[in-house]
């Protein structure tokens, strides 16, 4: 008897292990169908990318880096409008005539700069639909940035950090290079096939606008409050730094300034006042060599 009782013990373990096997073998194609689903999904938005890229493929400014832009030009300046009007509403402006005057002043000769630019290297139905704006708001933040169609905020916090004309240039020409180099517009770019697929942007527009707005506010480094900044990427960084140098060299700003200026600010000096300045744009030594090696370039528009 204890014999017989060890064998029916013995097959019930087998019995269970062959369960066991049974369940593993079962949940296993579909653990591998799941999986094999995501990678397929996956591989269905790289292939939508890639053929976006093909077709819908732009060419940068001055640096002639190709880009992915989905979005038109009269779509991405209508969200920047109503973004920076919805800013503008809830900010204090300056008040110091003086200050304000500076702001404008550089800003005009930037966008002539740019305007000029343009026109002679036939980009000009590039700004079409601008509306060009430049304000000073109070706020003791040490930043500025911009908005497709030409719309600028410098916050009073930079004036001091800037110095000169030649500083805000710097730093206006920066922001400015951004939207002429749509770099926002490639972020969203790609963030709609993320995030949309293939869906049409004027149908995700009116089916889904809260996940528009979403991405039109991380594309342009907005964080959940317009007017808080997100840093750009390193490459768009760096262009916006090429961009930025030749406008402001145009604009009869000479470009080394922008080398002070950056120096300046990697130096450490008022560090807790820069911080929020260098959390977007780090001042750091590749920056700054990357700034050196444009220099002659920038130079030789400057010299025109």
Known sequence: MPAAKNIDAAQIDIRRSNIKSAQAAISLPVLKGKTMIKKLKAKCVLLIFFSLLIYSCSQVAITGRKQLNLVPDNVINRLGFENYKEFISQSKLSTNAEQVQMVKTVGERIQKAVERYCQENNLSKRLKGYEWEFNLVEDEAVNAWAMPGGKVVVYTGLLPVAENEAGLATVMGHEIAH???????????????????????????????????????????????????????RTH????????????????????????????MSSGGQQSRLM????????DSRRIKNIENLMPEALSYYNK
């Open 179 to 233: 939207i002429i180099a749509r770099h926002g517009a490639e972020q969203m770019s790609q963030d709609l096939v993320i995030e949309l697929g293939g869906m049409a942007l004027s149908e995700a527009i009116t089916k889904q606008p809260e996940t528009v707005q979403s991405i039109f506010m991380n594309s342009y480094r907005i964080g959940s409050e317009v007017g808080v900044m997100l840093p750009y990427s």
């Open 237 to 264: 960084e760096l262009e916006a730094d090429h961009l930025g140098l030749i406008f402001m060299a145009i604009a009869g700003y000479n470009p080394q300034e922008a080398l002070s200026f950056w120096q300046r």
């Open 276 to 283: 929020e300045l260098l959390s977007t744009h780090p001042a």
